[in-house]
């Protein structure tokens, strides 16, 4: 089938919104009818470059080529037509993207650990992670990848079963989109990859759909102070009305803060959700937290970064961990429709994570607006 999506053809290109060929699904695999799609700041690195891995290391990921690239990966959809042996979902039922694919089989799926699982492996190679052929053409005939195997800025995607999770068909699909990744993600680093424990004092860095998430998440989980970090005013605003008891525009601001507020004992947790994460940003991030403190790393750094500005006397004196994290280190089969229902039943909010939705024609002005930092989460409606 024919549909509409939107690409990058490489990077520092703004998105491009063009007709795409879908083939119909082979074995173990779906074609999605995406309804609503999050605007993640993780599809904007494969814009800038920071999640494009460098050219001389394809040959040894696998990767034949990255580009042309569907976006997408936060997202929520209807299921149009299954392939051989699909046994998880039928057409016409709704489902929620998982980024990372459950196979259910391999080590990390049948320990827990479903953020882990090997078939994740195949996330940057073209072709589908089922046989590696692509089932998505341009008009010219190029194969096109998708991103996280998944596409969600396409109105139809042919995905692996394993990247799709059924969800009751009467909750919104704009909310379920969004539980697909920021707000999993951000929960998740906070009350499972962190622990908050209550009476913690949590500080989140950077406040976007992530971060808020782990507002959320520390909140819920009983921390007696949250403290959001960001240097945007409307984000600050929007950290008091998830649960933060304090805001700051920088870390430097917070640091002097944190130390009174906590009697000088510092931060038990510190999250670290700003858009990109620079290596001299964990510095101040590992100031921030106290004797035996977790930093937890959720946002993207530079793919090529390798160095940190971190106090290792001060690590190892002070007994702190730093923890990276994918997915808040959710398991997205259970965890999604967990989300879902503390959202059914009012605990967990959803519908207030969205600024902005758009056209999939105004992709640009979107992600422009998630650079200007005016939208908490903007999302994407198909057909809207
Ligand atoms: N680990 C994972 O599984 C995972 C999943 C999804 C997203 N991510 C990453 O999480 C990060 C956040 O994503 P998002 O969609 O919330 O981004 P976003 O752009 O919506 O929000 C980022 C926020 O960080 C703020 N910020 C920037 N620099 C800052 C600084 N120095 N101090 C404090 N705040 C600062 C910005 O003002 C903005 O409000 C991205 O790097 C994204 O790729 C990771
Ligand atoms: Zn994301
Ligand atoms: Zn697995």
């Avoid at 998880?88 to 990390?108: E, K, L, T, W």
């Avoid at 190679?125 to 008009?139: N, P, Y």
Wanted: hydrophobic share 40%; with cysteine; glycine share 12%.
């Amino acid at each position: 089938m024919k549909c509409r999506a939107a690409i990058v053809r490489g990077t520092d290109q703004p998105w491009e919104v063009t007709e795409v060929e879908v083939d119909p699904p082979k074995a173990g695999e779906v074609v999605v009818r995406w309804a609503a799609a999050g605007m993640c700041h993780s599809d904007e690195h494969i814009v800038t470059g920071d999640m494009v891995p460098p050219e001389e290391a394809w040959e040894m990921m696998g990767i034949e080529s990255f580009f042309p690239i569907i976006g997408g990966h936060e997202g929520s959809g209807v299921i149009e037509q299954v392939g051989a042996g699909v046994s998880s979902v039928a057409p016409g039922d709704h489902v929620s993207a998982s980024f990372i694919p459950s196979c259910g089989r391999c080590r990390y799926c049948s320990t827990g650990r479903q953020n882990l699982c090997d078939a994740g492996a195949g996330a940057f190679q073209k072709g589908m992670i089922t046989d590696g052929t692509s089932r998505h053409r341009l008009a010219d005939g190029t194969d096109v990848n998708l991103f996280a195997k998944l596409g969600t800025f396409a109105e139809y995607s042919c995905v692996a079963e394993s990247q799709v999770i059924k969800v009751e068909p009467d909750l919104p699909l704009d909310a379920v989109a969004l539980v697909s990744c920021g707000v999993a993600t951000g929960w998740g680093s906070a009350t499972n990859r962190a622990a908050v424990q209550a009476g913690d004092t949590v500080v989140v860095v950077g406040i976007g759909g992530i971060g808020i998430n782990a507002v959320q998440g520390a909140k819920m989980a009983g921390a007696k102070h949250v403290i959001a970090v960001d240097p945007v005013e409307f984000k600050r605003e929007k950290a008091m009305e998830f649960g933060a008891t304090h805001t700051f525009a920088s870390m430097e601001e917070a640091l002097p803060a944190v130390a009174e507020l906590s009697w000088g004992q510092m931060a038990d947790k510190v999250i670290m959700t700003p858009g990109v994460l620079h290596g001299e940003m964990m510095a101040l991030g590992t100031q921030l937290a106290g004797k035996g403190g977790t930093i937890v790393v959720t946002a993207i750094a530079p793919i090529t970064q390798t160095e940190s500005s971190v106090n290792l006397f001060e690590l190892a004196m002070w007994n702190k961990e730093i923890k990276g994290t994918i997915f808040g280190s959710l398991n997205p089969r259970a965890d999604i429709p967990k989300l879902l229902a503390m959202y059914r039943d009012g605990q967990l909010k959803l519908d207030e994570l969205i600024t902005e939705r758009y056209a999939l024609a105004d992709i640009n002005v979107g992600y422009q607006a998630m650079r200007d930092g005016t939208n908490l989460r903007g999302v994407i409606v198909h057909g809207g």
